[in-house]
């Protein structure tokens, strides 16, 4: 989140999608997919339509198994 707001948006989302990949799904907890939308609310309006930022919007609608 700090690499997003010192304008390192694309390293920022980049790492964000790294952990989330990283993570199997069946144990992604609350915490770790509220922090990733915690990454996505720092954006910059101007900087949201960009690929990793989509990827990591994707990534995180997808909702884990119960």
């Known amino acids: 989140m700090c690499t997003v707001v010192n304008g390192g948006t694309e390293p920022g989302v ?4 790294d952990v989330l990949h990283d993570v199997p799904t069946t144990y992604r907890s609350n915490m770790i997919t ?6 996505l609310r720092v954006v910059p309006p101007d900087r949201r339509e960009r690929p990793a ?14």
């Open 14 to 17: 980049q790492q964000a999608l």
């Open 34 to 39: 509220e922090t990733g939308r915690m990454v």
């Open 53 to 66: 930022v989509t990827e990591l919007r994707e990534a995180l609608a997808v909702a884990p198994s119960s």
